[in-house]
Every structure is written in C-alpha cells, then in structure tokens.
C-alpha cells in the first residue's frame, strides 16, 4: 500500500476562519486522509496554526496580549473548531514553536552554504509614530495595479498581486494609521530564487497531473521572470535569524512568515514524532525518525505527498518552498500533487469580519451539526472557479440530498421493517434480477467514486455519492414492499433485507466526507464491531469517530455486501437530517447578510 503525506495550508492563528477557509484546503484535505485511511494506506494528515508574520502580532496587539499568549490562545480555539468539524488531523501543531525554529535556521543555513542567500540593503517604510519599520501587514494603501484602497504591504485581496509596502499608494501605518512614514535602510537575508528557475520549471513541467490552476500560477510567475525574495523582518516575532551564521546585523530581525510558515509541514510533522517519545537530534538535520520516514531521504521515497490550499497559496507552495527545499541539496520530500481551490464567495463578494458578513467556522458549528456543513460546502467546492454560498441554496442541497434522499432512506427502510418483523433483521431469501441489477448499478457507481476520492475531484465524488443513494430509494419504490408485505412475507424480508444491507454500505462509502452520520448509521447494527484504526494517534484527545475504519469496497464486493446484511438487531433512530425551514434561512440571511459586498 502506498504511504500518503497530507497537508492543508496552515490557518493563519489570528482569530476563528471562514467558510471559504474551511473548504478551500482543509476539509477537502480530512476527505481525502479519510478515505486513504479507508482504503489500508499508512496515512499522516499534519497541519498546525501559522503563528508568525504580521496577523499575529496585529492580532495581539489589538487584544492587549504578548503574541506567544495570544498564539496559545487562538490554537487551542482553533484545534477545538476543527475537531468539532471532524478534521481528523494526526497532528495539529504550531509554527512558533521549537521544531520549526530548528528546522528553518537549519535551512536558511544550507542555503546560505549553497551561495543561495545574500544580505542586500532594503528601503523601508519607518514609522516615527510608531518608532519602527513596518513590514507587510503594518502597512496598508492602495493597490498600484488595481486601485484596491485597503491593499496590505504583501498582497493586494483586490487583485491577488504580491506586493511590497513600498509599493503601495499613499501608505499608512496599520497599527497607529500615522501617515508621516519615511524611507530608511535596513539589511535584509534574500532568497536568489532567481538562481533556481530551471530547476523550477523542470520541475513543475513534470507536473502533468496537478489541476491547471496551479500550473498556471506558478508558470506566470516563471514567465514574468521570478524574482529573488526578502526573507527576512524588522520584527521581534518569528523565527530569530540566527547572528552565529548571518552576523549581528540581524540580532533583532526575524524569517520573513512565508519562508518559515511552509516549513511548519514538516516541523509539525516533527512534533508529532516528539509527542510519541522521539527526541530530535542534537546534530545534523533536526529530525527524528519517525518524521523522517516522511520526509527526508531513501526512508520517505514511498511516500506520496498531496498538499490542499487556496489559489492565494500557490505561489509560495509552487515556487518559494520548492526553491528553499530544492535550494538546500538534501534530499525532502517533494509534493506530488497540489490540489489548488479556488475562492468560495458570499453571495458573490467577499466573506468581511469586519462588516458582519459572512459566517465563520464558530458560528456555523453553533447553527448546525457538523456533517450539514460537510457535505454542502464539498458539494459546492470552488475546484476550478469560484463557486457561491448562497443560504437558499444549502437548504436545497440539505434538505434534497440529506434529508430526502439519505435520512428519508433509511428511516423509512427501518421503521417499515420495525413494525412488521420487529427489532430484528428479517432473514434473506432468494435473490432475484431486481436485486442483481442493483448491485451491479452500485457496483458501477463505486468504482467511479473510488477514481473521484483518489483524485481528490470533491465535487464529483459527491455528485456520485448521492447516486448511490438514490439507487436505494429507487429500489425501494419499484420492489414495493409495502405491498408485497401483503401477499409473500418471505420476498418483503429479502426486499428489506437488501435495502438494509445498504445502510452500512452507505456509511462505509460516506464516511470521509461526512463521518458523524457515517458512525451513527454504523451504531444501528450491534452485529458490525467497529475495529480500531491501526493508524497510530498520538493525541488522544481526537474522538473516536474522527478515524472513520471500515474498509473502503471494491466493485467486486458489492454482491457480497449486499447479499450477506447484517445479522441481528438494529435500531430505528429519529431523523438523520431536520429539514432547513424558511424561516430558519429568512432568519439567517438578515443576521449575516444576503448581499454582495
């Protein structure tokens, strides 16, 4: 079996996400870890928080906190939001703490042995308000491409340019709003990606199977003409450059986010080997064992390395972390896919804490149970293009899809089962056509399922999902047990037998995409021991049903599933799925906004 590394782009630690964040490069990442999981691969999902850069320690400012306590703070509410999401993640971790300190100065280090660093003096804004250089984030202005007037000092959200703050038309100070900023020098560490282009492009143009837009990107920057990258900040949080190798010139700067925040895979990865007892060694590369079978040298060549981020990450994940790992001339491992995403849009415009639009991760979990949410926002999964939320538009999917198509499923097979051969699964009887071409319809349907889920394609695994349970209710309606219960008791038990047979193949098959359901029709069978997982979990703490174990099927299985249901007792649960009310969507639209902004 192959050994799958996953990673989502790390969520910046500042504040709760939004929707858009959610299912731009972290839920598709838990689908796609469940279903490896499913299918008997060793599997490692690492993720952690990205604690440095200027959100943070804006962030902490704002809140009257020290950026290590306001960094600690936001994880934990962070892992808390994601578990209750059911992200099965191995490790959730942290860039600010030691692994990734040790592991960027170890590369800054080799790429400085490798003539690929050089110290070049930079202008920069200075603060006299503020009595200190603003990076990034500590400026905003407007866009000189688009004419974005809240364009921040390294990206514009109008337009998606990377930027410099000098850059910017009439600059501001973002944490005082003083505009009597000056031009000053300062000595920055910069990355020669311009020395690595070829490699690069080599690289990249082995990539025939990444999805287009994240070929694109990176094939723009490198026509454009990749420049050589600063790396370093004025700042007093992140990752301390280290004075022994680049001179006291830098005793108060420290890695520039995006250099050390990428790096952040590995090092959780890292901190998920120490938390199973594994010591980092004091010399060489600092990586342990454990992590080292994913990522560094002959150990980790079986594994196969799909990275899930937003189209905004591409750049720095196609380019500048490759350029870093590559530039070092040792032997990491290297994504084999990047699954890019597009935006996720509110009603057309943008997800704004600041304007009350939109809805983040803390409130949506408190509105709705988590597999709700799930199993819309995949459905509509910006792969590609952009796609929309819109409230009217969930309580179709939800009510249609949940509701009607599964939850209506099962409730109906269990109750009329329930009243007519009790608690008990009825025995199965002889087969007949309706029940092979059934399977062979299910059969059909799950091998294009397995190709989506081992590709990653969320929208289309659910689009088959649902056809799958669709057949279910199809069946249901031409076999007619209700009227066959009437006249040949011993062909209505082996109707219903054959559509209860389909609950725990339904869950087996839904499993990755929305796990809570998944476990409770699963409980509904007393006879169906849920093995433990054999994928170690070195936190604890994850719930249970997060590690989804039931092996994923093959087409040639699906007779066998399907003739062999259950044996023994079951269960009749209330609905699986409320319906969303008008009144509930009419409530919601005006607390959150139903237009473009």
């Not at 060549?301 to 040792?330: Q, R």
């Not at 459905?379 to 969930?394: I, K, L, V, Y």
């Amino acid at each position: 079996m192959t050994r799958h590394l996953i990673t989502s782009a790390l969520p910046y630690v500042n504040g709760y996400k939004h929707l858009g964040n959610l299912v731009g490069c972290l839920l598709p990442a838990d689908v796609f870890a469940r279903f490896c999981r499913q299918q008997g691969h060793e599997t490692l999902f690492i993720c952690a928080t990205d604690d440095h850069g200027t959100p943070a320690e804006l962030g902490a400012i704002k809140e009257g906190e020290a950026p290590a306590t306001y960094v600690a703070k936001w994880h934990d509410l962070q892992e808390n939001i994601y578990t209750r999401f059911g992200l099965s993640f191995d490790w959730f971790g942290g860039t600010s703490r030691a692994p990734n300190h040790a592991l960027t100065q170890h590369l800054a280090r080799k790429l400085k042995d490798n003539g690929l660093i050089e110290t070049r003096t930079e202008t920069m804004l200075f603060s006299k308000a503020d009595d200190r250089f603003l990076p990034d984030r500590y400026v905003e202005g407007t866009c000189p491409k688009c004419g974005f007037a809240k364009a921040r000092g390294d990206q514009c959200d109008g337009c998606g340019s990377v930027l410099n703050p000098t850059d910017l038309i009439n600059p501001y100070s973002s944490i005082s709003g003083s505009k009597e900023l000056e031009l000053r020098d300062s000595q920055h560490l910069y990355l020669l990606q311009s020395k690595l282009v070829d490699k690069l492009r080599s690289w990249i143009d082995t990539q025939k199977h990444w999805p287009k837009l994240s070929t694109s990107i990176a094939y723009k920057w490198l026509d454009e003409g990749l420049q050589d990258r600063g790396i370093t900040r004025d700042m007093k949080w992140g990752v301390p450059v280290p004075t022994d190798t680049f001179g006291d010139a830098f005793a108060n700067k420290v890695f520039y986010v995006w250099f050390d925040a990428p790096i952040g895979y590995i090092a959780a990865t890292e901190e998920w080997a120490n938390a199973q007892g594994y010591k980092t060694p004091a010399d060489g590369v600092p990586l342990s064992s454990p992590a080292r079978r994913w990522w560094y040298g002959d150990e980790a060549k079986d594994v196969t390395y799909t990275e899930f981020m937003g189209k905004d990450n591409v750049y720095f994940h196609t380019l500048s972390f490759p350029a870093t790992l590559i530039g070092s001339n040792e032997p990491w491992t290297m994504v084999n896919t990047l699954k890019s995403y597009s935006w996720l849009t509110y009603y057309g415009g943008k997800f704004s804490t600041s304007m009350g639009v939109g809805v983040f991760t803390d409130t949506a979990i408190e509105l709705l149970p988590a597999d709700y949410w799930r199993y819309y926002l995949l459905a509509r999964a910006p792969e590609g293009d952009d796609s929309e939320f819109r409230w009217t538009d969930m309580q179709t999917v939800v009510n249609k899809d949940l509701a009607d198509v599964l939850g209506n499923f099962v409730n109906r097979t269990l109750t009329f089962t329930a009243k007519h051969f009790g608690n008990t699964i009825p025995p199965m009887g002889e087969l007949t056509e309706a029940e092979d071409q059934l399977a062979e319809a299910i059969a059909a349907r799950v091998t294009k399922l397995t190709a989506h889920m081992a590709n990653a394609d969320m929208r289309k695994s659910v689009e088959v999902l649902r056809d799958i349970w669709t057949l279910g209710n199809e069946y249901l309606a031409t076999q007619e047990p209700w009227k066959v219960i009437k006249t040949d008791k011993d062909r209505a038990a082996t109707i219903l037998a054959t559509a209860i047979a389909l609950i725990p193949l339904y869950a087996t098959l839904a499993a990755p995409i929305i796990p809570f359901t998944a476990s409770t029709l699963m409980a509904l069978f007393p006879s169906l021991e849920t093995p433990k997982t054999a994928h170690p979990q070195p936190d604890a703490t994850l719930p249970a049903t997060l590690h989804t174990p039931w092996s994923w099927p093959t087409a040639d299985d699906i007779p066998d599933l399907l003739g062999f249901p259950p044996t023994g007792t079951f269960s009749v649960p209330p609905p699986l799925f409320a319906k969303l009310t008008d009144e509930q969507i009419a409530d919601w639209e005006a607390r959150f906004g139903n237009k473009k902004v």
